[in-house]
């Protein structure tokens, strides 16, 4: 009986076996299919181009990296409030770009908050500006270009988080001091602390203005009616431990009546701090409102269609639900664990960020207002414990509603390990239909703190190839070596594949002046100059003027080359700095050998080269 009961076992287990082969081979099947369809859906072939550009912020690498979308390709690094030798950028202590940044603060940065110029609620193309949370200073960037055309430290503040920009005119950029300080009185004392918000001329990024309070402000956002903007204020208690910034059980949302601010600015009602008009709140009655919140809030975002302000609860499963309008609090939707912030797909569909649960979860904001049940829509794990989220557009009126990229703080096993520091891990999702869609996970350098996508469309015809040829520009045919004293200014030009002047002589000591013009017409064509020696690297685009300022000061040659490779001739492409003995006789001659020159390097007779 026994021997029968076995082999009735043994029977079925041949019966059930290609059953559960048949389960797994289908789940196999049905996922080796979403991997394809997934690959197939970010996929740009070789000579065709993404759809949109993503800006991500740089954080402690203080750039801005830029990313092709839905490719996830990597394109370039906007080196902003760091030098970065490769590019040219800032590493030449004489150069313009080094000047501007050690002007305003340390040689370092940590970007945090991209925003995008916008016209009539859509993006422009125009300016790009970013915050350096630990130096106080904001940048602008020329979309025209990709490159920085401005950058200024906001007095007064400490800690320059939220930045964003004041709609629907971009008349300012706002930005919140996260760190309570005392600016008036450079005081100790945590009792005379306070935040400011400075509002900077959108343009010069000269601080017009600054509203003052007890507290902080976090993360800010704009209404759409030019009226309001608002912040996150996660420590209303004014503490000075993390103990105490989580004391009460409410914090805020603060809401700062713009016109009426400046209504007080035009009527003094004002105290120059520093130099800069600064309004205390508690004296100009309605410029800021408090809207109680759950404690510690951190994500602050406006709807696409400007009704409802959205405050993330951090600490609470909540997200807030604010009357832009009105100030009232409508609704607290439960959301998940360590809601951090939202974006929009212009839908009436927000997706919020769980830092916790490691979620991006899709909700309805109506459904949520009027207390539907089915107000979630779906969930979708990221990896891991994802930070900002944004959607393309999700800061304008006329949200795309196609991608969202999730900034996640965390990579664990999603990358070949390269020691015990990580990738930062940034995952693309599909949310053009009722389900969202992972598709994507890219590395990138750290950290990506927030992003920004624009369609590729905006800036097709912004965005230049060649530079346009400035008054300022060494033209083909007029480098020249003129002296002042001790001071050398060579103005030279650089084409496949020539320097001109192809050498020049100071005397030791001289301080050079060097003014750099990339002749080339055509696009893609950048030239470098390295000295060897002397500490000097310069990258010039097309039509580009580069300047920096050096001394010579130790006898010899030193050769200078192009450092991008250019053409065939590449290599041969480099000159002479002949420094000599003061007082020396110095040849003038620009040409690229004087005949003695020739005469001594001419080939031996009897030699391989005759």
């Known amino acids: 009986m026994k021997n029968k009961n076995l082999l009735l076992l043994a029977a079925l287990g041949l019966f059930l076996l290609p059953g559960c082969d048949s389960d797994t081979t289908a789940r196999k099947q049905k996922a080796a299919e979403q991997s394809t369809s997934a690959a197939q859906q970010i996929y740009v072939p070789p000579g065709k181009l993404d759809e949109y550009y ?6 402690q690498s203080g750039s801005v990296f830029v990313y092709g979308i839905p490719s996830c390709r990597f394109i ?3 080196a902003i409030f760091e030098p970065r030798a490769g ?3 800032a590493n ?3 150069s313009e770009s080094y000047k501007r940044l050690v002007a305003t603060g340390p040689m370092w ?3 945090h ?11 422009d193309g125009h300016w790009l500006w970013i915050n350096d949370k630990a130096n106080d200073r904001v940048a602008k960037v020329d979309l025209r270009t990709f490159e920085v055309a401005e950058i200024k430290l906001v007095p007064n503040i400490q800690g320059a988080h939220g930045l964003a920009a004041y709609l629907p005119s971009c008349k300012y950029v706002f930005i919140n001091g996260e760190l309570e300080t005392d600016p008036a009185g450079n005081s100790t004392d945590a009792a005379k602390y306070r935040s400011l918000v400075a509002f900077l001329d959108a343009q010069t990024l000269e601080t017009k203005f600054q509203v003052s309070f007890v507290g902080n402000a976090d993360i800010a956002s704009s209404g759409k009616d030019g009226r309001y903007v608002f912040m996150t204020m996660y420590n209303t208690e004014n503490a000075t431990t993390s103990e105490g910034m989580i004391e009460r059980d409410r914090d805020a949302v603060g809401a700062i009546d713009v016109p009426l601010a400046e209504k007080a600015l035009a009527d003094g009602k004002f105290t120059k701090v520093n130099g800069v008009p600064v309004i205390e709140s508690e004296k100009v009655p309605g410029v800021l409102t408090l809207i109680p919140i759950p404690k510690n809030p951190h994500g602050c975002n406006v709807t696409p269609d400007g009704k409802y302000i959205l405050a993330s609860g951090k600490l609470s499963p909540t997200v807030t639900i604010i009357d832009a309008h009105t100030l009232k609090v409508i609704a607290e939707p439960e959301v998940g664990l360590g809601p951090l912030h939202t974006t929009y797909d212009g839908r009436g569909n927000a997706y919020t960020s769980l830092f916790v649960d490691s979620q ?7 459904k949520a207002i009027k207390g539907e049940r089915d107000y979630i829509v779906d969930r979708v794990d990221v990896h891991y414990n994802v930070g900002h989220t944004k959607a393309a557009g999700s800061d304008t009126s006329h949200p795309s509603g196609d991608w969202l990229i999730s900034l996640n703080k ?3 096993g999603m990358f070949l390990p390269v020691g015990p520091g990580m990738p930062e891990s940034q995952e693309l999702i599909d949310i053009s239909g009722e389900k969202m869609r992972v598709v994507a996970a890219f590395p990138s350098l750290p950290e990506p703190h927030d992003a920004v996508m624009v369609h590729r469309k905006v800036l097709e015809n912004v965005v230049v190839q060649t530079y346009e040829i400035q008054p300022t520009a060494v033209k083909l045919g007029e480098e020249k070596i003129v002296r002042n004293g001790n001071k050398v200014d060579v103005y030279m030009t650089c084409i496949r594949s020539k320097f001109v002047p192809e050498q020049f002589e100071v005397h030791e000591g001289d301080e050079i002046h060097l003014h750099l013009t990339n002749v080339e017409t055509v696009r893609d064509m950048t030239h470098g100059v390295a000295f060897s020696r002397m500490g000097i690297n310069l990258a010039v685009d097309p039509g580009q003027t580069a300047e920096t300022t050096f001394v010579a000061d130790k006898l010899g040659t030193y050769w200078y080359y192009c450092t991008w490779f250019c053409s065939a001739l590449h290599l041969e492409m480099r000159g002479r700095l002949l420094v000599k003995p003061p007082g020396a006789e110095l040849n003038e001659y620009l040409g690229p050998l004087a005949k003695a020159d020739k005469a001594r390097n001419a080939p031996k007779k009897g030699s391989a080269f005759e």
């Open 410 to 412: 965390l990579s664990k």
């Open 54 to 59: 993503a800006f991500l912020s740089g954080g």
């Open 92 to 94: 030449n202590p004489g």
């Open 360 to 366: 991006i979860v899709k909700w309805n904001i109506e």
């Open 76 to 78: 370039k690094e906007i």
């Open 87 to 89: 590019l040219g950028y």
């Open 113 to 123: 908050h991209p925003v995008l110029s916008q016209t009539d609620g859509r993006y």
């Open 109 to 111: 940065g940590d970007t």
